[in-house]
């Protein structure tokens, strides 16, 4: 292999993604959620730095095309096992990680059996629409995470009458609890939609990969 920049950001990218999960163990709220954050964006920022220096550079390899997909996926699938125990196993993040999580594994493996022919299972315009609203909606929620983290603080010891004022606005908030609130429930429902937005066309580029690869799944048909 040759350590030149693309496939330095890609081994990068690669690291980041067990650090992104290992950093709960270490670091408490809100600290572990900023560090899962900036991981998570500079990771995706990288995924598509590291391809276009490659190409403009000339520097395309063979183990920068393995192991590119790879960090990829990796990424992904710590980041939403990260937010599905983080939303407490909420059936609306826990059903659409499941689904991705599923799909990836499932396209591995059919690219892994296929070998040789697995080239006919080239990434798609839309399979590239699909990582990128993944990335959008895994970044969205982390940030909601840290919204709610502060809001929880601020309202820590308040009564639920006092909370209640102050959002009505009978009470001054000096806090700033009013426009928390809002950005956490505009996070959650955006970051959720986009989420189920990724699942679907998770399973609509894996049912597209797996009739192209149909054909040779047939007995006899795959040497």
């Not at 000096?174 to 699942?199: D, E, F, P, R, S």
Request: glycine share 8%.
């Amino acid at each position: 292999m040759t350590w030149n920049l693309p496939n330095i950001l890609t081994v990068l990218r690669l690291l980041a993604a067990p650090a992104l999960g290992l950093v709960f163990l270490g670091l408490s709220a809100p600290y572990a959620e900023w560090i899962a954050l900036l991981l998570f964006i500079g990771a995706s920022l990288t995924d598509w730095v590291d391809g276009y220096l490659a190409r403009a550079w000339k520097q395309e390899s063979r183990f920068g095309a393995m192991l590119d997909p790879i960090a990829d996926k990796a990424m992904v699938v710590i980041a939403i096992m990260v937010l599905a125990a983080l939303s407490g196993l909420n059936w609306l993040v826990l059903v659409p990680c499941v689904l991705i999580v599923f799909r990836e594994v499932f396209v591995s493996g059919l690219r892994e059996f296929l070998g040789a022919e697995a080239k006919l299972l080239k990434v798609t315009k839309l399979a590239k629409w699909k990582t990128t609203v993944q990335m959008v909606a895994i970044s969205v929620l982390f940030a909601r995470a840290l919204f709610e983290h502060y809001l929880g603080m601020q309202t820590f010891g308040m009564d639920e009458a006092t909370v209640t004022a102050v959002l009505e606005g009978s009470s001054p908030d000096t806090l700033g609890i009013g426009w928390k609130v809002t950005a956490v429930q505009a996070t959650a429902y955006l970051g959720i939609a986009l989420l189920w937005l990724a699942a679907v066309l998770t399973a609509i580029t894996g049912w597209d990969y797996f009739s192209k690869a149909l054909p040779f799944l047939q007995d006899g048909e795959h040497q």
